[in-house]
């Protein structure tokens, strides 16, 4: 599976950016579907992640300001950056995960783009 990730840039605080993953490859099985970001000297960590029967998870710190969404016939996930602040500043990676009931089989990562928030 090779996920590829667009959308990211620079944006001034308040602002809004739209990320993109599209799935291709094997693309059966990809249950969990969403991003992650890590910014320089931190862990990687969540923001969103949605699964295909539509079940969301946010980040506390995003949450009512983000959105995740998915077009399964795609094999894609967006994230919809609202109000964004400084500390949203990080690379976004998109991450799917290939499921057989509630066990993770695979973890597959994007090549991460880049959001710069300017205050």
């Known amino acids: 599976v090779q996920l590829q990730a667009s959308g990211g840039g620079l944006v001034q605080a308040g602002g809004s950016l739209k990320l993109s993953c599209v799935a291709s490859?094997?693309?059966?099985?990809?249950?969990?579907m969403g991003w992650y970001r890590q910014a320089p000297a931190k862990q990687r960590e969540l923001v969103a992640v949605m699964t295909t029967s539509g079940s969301t998870n946010y980040a506390d710190s995003v949450k009512g300001r983000f959105i995740i969404s998915r077009d399964n016939a795609k094999n894609a996930v967006y994230l919809q950056m609202n109000s964004l602040k400084s500390e949203d500043t990080a690379v976004y990676y998109c991450?799917?995960?290939?499921?057989?009931?509630?066990?993770?089989?695979?973890?597959?990562w994007g090549q991460g783009t880049q959001v710069t928030v300017s205050s």
């Open positions: 991450n799917a995960k290939r499921t057989s009931g509630t066990v993770t089989l695979f973890t597959f």
């Open positions: 490859g094997t693309t059966r099985s990809l249950n969990d």
